[in-house]
């Protein structure tokens, strides 16, 4: 999949809706639909109207607008946004990063959909927060929204469902698919040149040791020579067995 592009257009500070509190958590993750289906009403355009007069007046603010092609943000992560109607103190507005889904009717739904799910995703990775931290507008205000996910059969599920298969994608816990090196660490791990550590995690930021750049490069040599890679010291009936150095692939991964 071909990850959408997420656009920096702050609110001014110093507007009404901008509330300067520090966000607590983030504790959820708020999904809203604009329930605005007109013609050019896509994520720049909200970004045009968070920055006008009206939505400073109400106040009103979140912090991503999502269509079909691209993710805007328009406040800092850390900041609280007036999104979730359940007041000044609500936890939806005070611990919750709010995310509308566009519904402009020259916009592809389904993608802008797509493209939120794996916002989300993105997010509950960054955060360490799981699934059931992602939360309908609805859980806070009682208001029919995100209407057009609730409002169609498993619409709700079918999303949540999109957002797990995003999280399914992860290399390893601590690389997503959308890492610089992913393709590089695909490799090492689908090739067993690498492993994770026995948490399961790769730390991609550890440096290689001399020893296990070593081990790597041999592996690497009878990788390329479609050799098992065995363990000289192994006696020959074992060689057979034992495809892999389990030594050598434990003590890479420690
Ligand atoms: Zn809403």
Known sequence: MVFPQIIEDFIPSGRPNRSSLKL?????????????????????????????????????????????????????????????????????????????????????????????????????????????????????????????????????????????????????PDVPANHWAAEGIRFVKDNRLMAGKSDGKFYPDEPLTRAQTAVVLRRFYLFLLKKPYTNKSLKKKDKKKRRIDPNAYHNLSE
């Open 24 to 172: 607590s958590g983030p504790k959820w993750i708020t999904v809203h639909d604009t329930a605005n289906t007109r013609a050019g009403a896509d994520a720049l355009a909200h970004a045009r109207y968070l920055k006008g007069d009206e939505a400073a007046k109400l106040p009103v603010s979140w912090h991503f607008t999502v269509d079909d092609k691209q993710i805007v943000q328009h406040l800092p992560l850390n900041e609280v946004g007036w999104h979730a109607g359940d007041g000044l103190n609500g936890p939806g507005n005070r611990s919750s990063i709010g995310i509308e889904i566009c519904e402009n009717q020259d916009g592809n739904r389904q993608k802008a959909e797509a493209n939120a799910a794996w916002l989300v995703a993105d997010l509950l990775q960054k955060f360490g927060l799981d699934i059931n931290q992602v939360v309908q507008h609805n859980r806070w205000s009682g208001k029919n929204c995100p209407r057009v996910l609730r409002g169609r059969l498993n619409g709700w599920d079918q999303f949540l469902t999109a957002v797990k298969q995003n999280l399914g994608e992860n290399i390893f």
